[in-house]
């Protein structure tokens, strides 16, 4: 299942890690890990931020994902599925409207 990952960096410890010349290390070494399909680096409410597209085949592969960015970065991580265009089409989304009329 693709599910899209919001992480909120807090400033520390991401702040000494700019300054010691190793966030992006840190950053790259987590993200080879989890491996998304897409990532989008952004401020979130004037914070650093970043936004993943990861698959999430089992509920239990979870802290593989979020474990990384809350002991390293002492992130905040919320998780959301989401669906392409194809996904919705499948979901019968049709005969569900039907039976509620």
Do not use: H, W
């Amino acid at each position: 299942m693709q599910m899209i990952m919001e992480v909120e960096f807090p400033n520390e410890p991401f702040n000494s890690l700019v300054k010691k010349g190793t966030a992006g290390e840190t950053l790259q070494r987590i993200l080879a890990d989890i491996k998304p399909s897409a990532i989008y680096f952004s401020e979130q409410d004037g914070r650093r931020g970043a936004f993943l597209l990861v698959d999430v085949p089992d509920p239990s592969r979870v802290p593989l994902l979020a474990e990384p960015f809350f002991v390293l970065l002492d992130a905040t991580v919320k998780l959301r599925v989401c669906m392409t265009p194809e996904d919705l089409a499948k979901s019968g989304l049709d005969e569900i409207g039907n039976k509620l009329l």
